[in-house]
């Protein structure tokens, strides 16, 4: 199967973009936006539904051109509830490039703006969950890409609306199976709705199966009838409320992250520090790269390391784009399967041509839309409107009622909320006891040491990764690190040794660039990373506003963003980001089994 999914083959007719596979009209050009209105909108009883309602989730089967999202953002910034959220779920086996969709977005100019707002935050074409957050209107629009009977067992819910806006039964079987109705059943929250276009016989005895209601209503225009559905309402009115003001144990990439993503959905949350200022563990280093690691098995874990690199790129162009120091970063082989492993990822790549080339790095890796940052400016910008207490290492965490209080080495209390989250990096350990989670992880600690030199970046070379990495902050080259076996958590000294290491490497990552600083002095920063036996972050739920991030090792920058978001989205109780079969590779749980 290739790493890249289909593309859609279009017809454009004066009816709009057909599927050239399947003959069948995506929209019609005179009428889409109205029959969207009808059947999805009015179909499923909104704006009504999510009256009164402090989140709302919609699953639609079928992005095609994202006229739906547009349409449905255009009806939640008119009768948005009070602070609520929206998240929006959408998969898709075959998605439009963005030229295609805005061709096809451009016929309704009732709805440009949000149409333009949608593809500002396309997704790529890759076999990742994507996110595009729409700040200001409180909607977080998640694009699945690959087939429904896959993505949807391993969805995540509750879901309160279903947009099924596959193409029909006749011409796509696959898209209405057994699977799909069976997951609904499992998501739907009770009063759910369903609407669809479709009145098949398949359609609607698969909507029965599931427990819906289903009824016949009059069509749009030349159809004569559509479907609407609904599950049985629960028999008491069922609250889930999000945190309040939840506490975040560290002030490192990570923290920031979580308490960014937290604040974004309304919350007040406190990022404790146990240092004077923020960063200042193994996200304080002056530079940072933000790079994809491709596995090439494919599976869940592949999944999970593409969206994760999809979303830390764009997340810091939106977020922290005063922390990006150059775009762009060459990838070189590394290891003894380095070669054959570029050769394999380029023969059949995970992303298509508009974020890779081939062809980098001596001809034989390739430059991916990565990012040099400035890990503090980026920090610095997360916590911007986060509240921060710092310098106050926690000593002890208890748990009072539904209420979390962290208190310092002399007992006095530091801060309390109504959520906790441990993020504390190469202290994540330590925080655990304190928690009472230590027998449940398994963490390994690494001295990394990074070194740089001042030196012009008179050829404009671009930033380079393949068992090191090189990049220039617009005075220095910094290049490393060393990785060696830490036996404590504490701060390690600077060594001569590592400068030397990390000389011998850039020889061989960047020869000229090594030659050209070969005489000058070097300065340098060590710090501790903490990683998983697996080389995989833990991104999980102890309990139920109980969460620990961490183990993040040298892809700090990479993953954190994507962290954020998770912890968010189980913290609210909401859809994650990622399906349920990555974040079982990150869970908590996985450990059970493995011996101490």
Known sequence: MPRLPPEPALDWTASGPVDRASGDVFFSASGGLDETKLVFLQGCDLPAAWAGKDRFCIVEIGLGAGLNLAATLALWRRHRPPSALLHYHSIERAPFAETDAQRALGLFPEIAAEAQAVLDQWPARAQASQRALFDADGVLATFHIGEAEEILPCLIGPVDAWFLDGFAPARNPDAWSAKLFAAMARLSSPGARAATYSVAGPVRRGLESAGFTVAKRPGFRGKRERLEAQQPPANRPITLSRP??????????????????LAQ?????????????????????????????????????????????????????RRAPQAILSQGVEMAPSGEDGAARWRDLLADPPLDSAHWRPGAADGEGFAVEGLAIDPRAAIAALLGAVETRLGRPVAAIVRQADTYVCRDALGFEIASGDALVLAGGAGLAALARFAGLARDLRLELSRGQVSWARAPNEAGQSARSGGSYLGHTGQDWVFGASFARAATDHMPDLSEADHADNRQKLARLAPGIAAAIAERPLEGRASLRCASPDRLPIIDLAAPRFGICGALGARGLTFAPLAGEIIADLLDGAAPIVLADALARVSLQRFAAAPA
């Open 244 to 261: 309040a003001r939840p506490l975040i144990l560290g002030a490192g990439i990570a923290g920031a992250a979580i308490g960014h993503a």
């Open 265 to 317: 959905r309304g919350a007040a949350p406190i990022v404790i520090g146990a240092g004077a200022k923020p960063a200042d563990g193994a996200s304080g280093n002056p530079l940072g790269l933000v790079t994809p690691r491709f596995d090439r098995g494919g599976g869940p874990v592949a999944a999970l390391l593409l969206a994760s690199f999809l979303y830390a790129t764009r997340f810091y162009q």
